[in-house]
């Protein structure tokens, strides 16, 4: 979770109690999202619902450039995946998908 965008991905580099270090990839809004370059790495405490690093949700790695067309096709389908989904389908000109 990210106080400024909702969501943003990260890799957890280590973990202690409710706080986590870790390299957040923050999108420039007017740009295609990069996956390969970390943008921080910063501290981060968890709070509900999201209190440990075991309730954070996953990321999906091996989406296509152009996003999934089925959401059903996502290995971890929550919030956070359907938006990361859909930004990644929309920079490929490629906004409308379905799930089924």
Do not use: C, I, Q
């Amino acid at each position: 979770p990210d106080a400024k965008l909702v969501w943003v991905p990260a890799d957890v580099l280590s973990s202690n109690d409710n706080t986590v270090r870790v390299a957040k990839y923050v999108p420039d809004p007017t740009t295609k999202l990069d996956d390969e370059t970390p943008s921080s790495t910063e501290e981060v405490v968890l709070k509900e619902p999201f209190a440990s690093v075991e309730s954070l949700p996953l990321r999906n790695l091996d989406l296509p450039d152009a996003g999934a067309d089925d959401m059903v096709s996502l290995d971890y389908l929550h919030e956070a995946s359907v938006l990361y989904n859909l930004r990644r389908r929309y920079f490929a000109a490629l906004p409308y998908t379905y799930t089924g």
